[in-house]
């Protein structure tokens, strides 16, 4: 099957005014499946943006190219980009002086639609996304979250089958968050299209992506399926809620469970009138002991779940051993350039 997006060894270096490069993104190799959600994460200047503006087209590679189901980016531009809808972070997706309306209709012919197909695509997208009834008002005069929609509507007037995101909830409030993550969900689930998304929402990619990459400094430190990532800090983890608040001191652990690293690791930490016990439970029996050293407060225990991971202790994770990782070779080639001058000057 041939890949809805294929990247192979793409870079992106800059030069300052001063002369010195900056690599934006460096060797990046990625295939991504027709129908597949993924996921771009990582920290801002990662080159997360700079990787989708070369998909699209918008800013040439240094090296590398990248293929739109199957069509070049460089040497077979004009199809290529028509495989794509993108929504680019900020808010000039868009042009704030045409009405919703007029924005469909320009992005449509721009994207080869005409006449009727086109109009009554653009009713249908106006009017799933709630924007039916002021589709003749001048786009500046939106909310963010309105004007977010209609940046969306503007990249799937075409029905293009790659549908790139970058940043999509960006300044929005919570109600138009939720607007675009459920539209999100659509294009995956009901609609088959392939979907790129960058966010700082950890929480919203573990929820709709089934893989994630994940960059720093231009790298790619990981690519997984989200399961898979989880796993890396999947363990016995427990949370136990009781009613009320509970000191950090009150527990009075069983001699055997406060000789183990259990004692050490576990928290306490308070919500809404409840007290959240959380630590590792490497057997049935530590946990046994942890809920008697909780009902001997005389608090009442209102639930005890197991704790599941995060992407966003995940990521963390990676970041800092990738950091670590950095540091450590960066030591390692240190000595052997101070090695080589100290010879130099024996030498001399």
Not at 3 to 18: G, V
Not at 86 to 95: D, K, Q
Not at 144 to 154: F, H, L, P, S, Y
Not at 174 to 194: D, F, N, P, S, Y
Request: net charge neutral; hydrophobic share 40%; charged share 25%.
């Amino acid at each position: 099957m041939t890949p809805a997006i294929e990247i192979q060894n793409l870079s992106k270096i800059y030069r300052k005014r001063s002369g010195i490069p900056t690599k934006a993104v460096e060797q990046l190799n990625l295939s991504i499946a027709p129908g597949e959600v993924i996921g771009l994460l990582g920290a801002n200047g990662a080159g997360k943006t700079t990787t989708i503006k070369m998909i699209c087209g918008l800013v040439e590679p240094t090296a590398g190219h990248v293929a739109l189901n199957g069509y070049d980016v460089a040497r077979q531009r004009s199809i290529a980009v028509q495989q794509i809808g993108a929504v680019l972070e900020g808010t000039r997706n868009i042009y704030w002086r045409l009405s919703a309306w007029q924005n469909l209709l320009y992005f449509g012919r721009l994207k080869g639609q005409r006449g009727s197909a086109l109009k009554q695509r653009a009713q249908a997208l106006l009017s799933e996304l709630e924007l039916w009834d002021r589709r003749h008002e001048p786009v500046r005069d939106f909310s963010r979250g309105m004007q977010q929609k209609v940046a969306i509507a503007c990249a799937l007037v075409a029905d293009p089958p790659i549908v790139l995101l970058d940043e999509p909830t960006l300044g929005l409030d919570v109600q138009a968050a939720r607007t675009v993550k459920e539209w999100i969900r659509e294009l995956a689930l009901h609609r088959g299209k392939t979907v790129v998304l960058t966010t700082h929402q950890l929480d919203m990619a573990q929820e709709l992506c089934q893989r994630v990459a994940i960059m720093r400094q231009g790298r790619l430190i990981a690519e997984e399926p989200i399961s898979t990532l989880l796993d890396l800090l999947r363990n016995e983890q427990y949370e136990l809620r009781v009613e009320g608040h509970l000191p950090q001191d009150a527990l009075q652990l069983s001699p055997q469970l406060a000789q183990t690293p259990i004692a050490n690791a576990l928290t306490i930490t308070h919500d809404n009138g409840h007290s959240i016990v959380s630590c590792p439970a490497s057997s049935q029996e530590a946990l046994y002991d942890l809920l008697s050293a909780v009902q001997q407060t005389g608090m009442s225990l209102i639930s005890v779940q197991r704790a599941e991971p995060k992407l966003e202790d995940v990521f963390v994770h990676l970041m800092e051993s990738d950091l670590m990782e950095s540091a450590r070779a960066e030591g390692e080639k240190r000595p052997a350039r101070l090695g080589k001058n100290t010879e130099r000057k024996e030498a001399a």
